[in-house]
């Protein structure tokens, strides 16, 4: 089981984005972070679609971790 979950956080401004977390506390993937503002905000994507994409994004780390 994953412990990357996708989160939407409301930003000061109003404005609401999605972030990739992991581990207990629920910190951000940092690298991650900087994918998702330069892909998806810029682009002015919206709240779903970015969801989405870090659902992607969180299905190939896990691909990738996974230890046979």
Not at 28 to 54: F, I, K
């Amino acid at each position: 089981m994953s412990k990357l979950t996708v989160r939407s956080i409301g930003l000061a401004s109003g404005e609401r984005m999605a972030l990739l977390t992991h581990g207990p506390l629920g910190l951000p993937v940092v690298p991650v972070v900087y994918y998702v503002l330069v892909r998806y905000r810029q682009a002015g994507c919206s709240l779903a679609t970015m969801r989405q994409g870090l659902s992607a994004v969180a299905l190939g780390l896990d691909l990738f971790q996974a230890k046979y």
